[in-house]
């Protein structure tokens, strides 16, 4: 019997496994949909690096055609960023008509439901109402308050939590406010692309993060998204011997010249995907950057694509595999690519055993 047929005598892991084969393999592409936002967050990657300073369009002739280029080029799962895509809800639904998505939003303009019922949202917060505010919005206005109002209880909405370095203490808080508004929650870790530096700067390590991150794993399995391995390979930058950094990275645009020599290292990359501008028809580096230097990269999504592209590092042990599979799982459940309320049931058995 083959080492994975053996894990897969399992039947949690079996059953995890199986709902994913079925579902098949991912095509993606992250997809700017507006260069324009109602924010101007402090640590905002877009911003910082000026990814909006492309042409604008007035009508969406060129969104359009873009969307029938990626169809015939058989993608089939789109990450939205921008920009905020809640500005233009009429592009979101053209998407959601053709692919499987995921969108970004800020979670301060309420996505309507007509047309977009089961979208997955990502509403962000930055920290407790104080933190969040100061680094989102200069202190001014609550708005981990308004986002918790406008997706209060909807199915659609989970909180893209990303923390800083030293601010720990406010995990638990902020998620039993999360989950007591009857959304699930997924991590990312602050960037300090800004460098504001101090409690924020990613170079004091995310250790004190990990472990309260590790706990709300523990105390809430079925409403967590992030799963104490992929906490684990974000925070720690280790992934079965190797480094995180560009030389690894998997989530480049892979047709893109300025990753040709990336592309020839050997190191697995996802073949198909593209980060597309919101120009609608140029690319760039990768969805975080284009010149960002990578030891500032903590983006939740990335690390996800260097786990799930890495079976084979993830065969030798039993624990390995589960870690590896319910890792990759929790990608196909938050991006319902997989029956929800299986991948669900799932999820949350894996998350406490
Ligand atoms: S809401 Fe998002 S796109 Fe807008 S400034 Fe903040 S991080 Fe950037
Ligand atoms: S910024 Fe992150 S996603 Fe972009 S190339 Fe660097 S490591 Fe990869």
Same mark, same amino acid.
Request: net charge positive.
């Given at each position: 019997m083959s080492r994975l047929s053996n894990y897969l005598s399992d039947p949690l892991l079996k059953g995890m496994y199986d709902l994913v084969r079925e579902t098949g393999p991912v095509r993606p592409i992250s997809l700017d949909i507006t260069s324009k936002c109602n924010l101007r967050c402090a640590g905002c990657y877009y911003y910082a690096e000026g990814m909006d300073k492309v042409p604008a369009h007035r009508d969406d002739e060129a969104f359009d055609r873009m969307l029938e280029?990626?169809? =015939? /080029?058989?993608t089939n799962f789109v990450t939205v960023v921008g920009g905020e895509p809640a500005l233009v809800p009429g592009r979101l639904r053209k998407i959601y008509r053709h692919f499987k998505?995921?969108? =970004?939003?800020?979670?301060?303009?309420?996505?309507?439901?007509? @047309?977009?019922?089961?979208?997955p949202l990502g509403i962000a917060v930055w920290g407790n109402h104080e933190t969040d505010a100061q680094l989102r919005n200069r202190g001014q206005g609550d708005l981990f308050r308004i986002a918790l109002d406008n997706y209060r209880d909807d199915?659609?909405?989970?909180?893209?939590?990303?923390?800083?370095?030293?601010?720990?203490?406010?995990i638990e808080p902020v998620v039993?406010?999360?989950?007591?508004?009857?959304n699930r929650v997924l991590f990312n870790y602050y960037s300090d692309v800004s460098g504001l530096g101090g409690e924020l700067d990613y170079r004091r390590g995310f250790n004190l993060v990990r472990g309260e991150v590790d706990r709300m794993v523990s105390r809430y399995p079925d409403m967590l998204f992030t799963t104490r391995y992929l906490n684990e390979v974000v925070t720690t930058g280790r992934l079965n011997g190797q480094t995180w950094g560009y030389d690894v990275c998997t989530n480049l645009t892979a047709d893109h010249p300025v990753n040709a020599e /990336?592309?020839?290292?050997?190191?697995?990359?996802?073949?198909? *995907? /593209?980060?597309?501008?919101?120009? *609608?028809?140029?690319?760039?580096?990768?969805?975080?950057?284009?010149?960002?230097?990578?030891?500032?990269?903590f983006d939740t999504w990335e690390h996800f694509s260097w786990v799930m592209i890495n079976m084979r590092?993830?065969?030798?042990?039993?624990?390995?595999?589960?870690?590896?599979?319910?890792t990759l799982f929790a990608f196909y459940v938050v991006n /319902?690519?997989?029956?929800?309320?299986? @991948?669900?049931? *799932?999820?949350s058995q894996a998350q406490a055993a």
């Open positions: 280029k990626e169809k =015939a /080029r058989g998505m995921n969108v =970004a939003t800020n979670g301060v303009i309420p996505i309507p439901k007509e @047309g977009l019922e089961d979208m199915p659609r909405a989970f909180f893209y939590y990303t923390v800083a370095p030293g601010h720990a203490h406010e039993e406010e999360c989950v007591n508004n009857g /990336r592309i020839r290292n050997g190191n697995p990359y996802n073949r198909h *995907f /593209r980060a597309i501008n919101a120009d *609608f028809q140029s690319t760039r580096r990768c969805c975080t950057g284009k010149e960002r230097d990578c030891g500032s990269c590092k993830h065969l030798h042990s039993k624990q390995a595999f589960s870690d590896w599979l319910s /319902r690519l997989v029956d929800y309320e299986a @991948g669900l049931d *799932f999820l």
